[in-house]
């Protein structure tokens, strides 16, 4: 499995932006379908934006307009800027890579927090 690092987190006040980062350990973004999820205390996990090894996005309807997913393959680097932050963005984001159509490498997480 791919080891993936996340970083770029923090605090920042409503309506400020952040910009995730996710560093691959090798050159995956040609094989595998890569995701940014997360999961605020005491709710499920949900999925924030995805891109596939095509290179098509998705975003979830909470965060469509605010967030872009992207990849730089020279990097090995997944990417999360997320402008126009609310409190309700608050949760711990996790990077994950699919290659065979189920998301079986993740990273540790890293908490983003919106401060009203």
């Known amino acids: 499995q791919v080891q993936l690092v996340e970083s770029g987190g923090g605090e920042v006040q409503a309506g400020g932006s952040l910009r995730l980062s996710c560093q691959a350990s090798?050159?995956?973004?040609?094989?595998?379908?890569m995701a940014w999820y997360r999961q605020a205390p005491g709710m499920q996990r949900e999925l924030v934006a995805s891109?596939?090894?095509?290179?098509?996005?998705y975003s979830a309807d909470s965060v469509k307009g605010r967030f872009t997913i992207s990849a730089d393959s020279d990097k090995n680097t997944l990417y999360l800027q997320m402008n126009s932050l609310k409190p309700g963005d608050t949760a711990v984001y996790t990077c994950?890579?699919?290659?065979?159509?189920?998301?079986?490498?993740w990273g540790r997480g890293i908490q983003v927090t919106v401060s009203s």
């Open positions: 994950a890579a699919a290659q065979w159509g189920m998301y079986d490498s």
């Open positions: 090798e050159s995956i973004f040609s094989t595998h379908d």
């Open positions: 891109i596939t090894s095509g290179g098509i996005t």
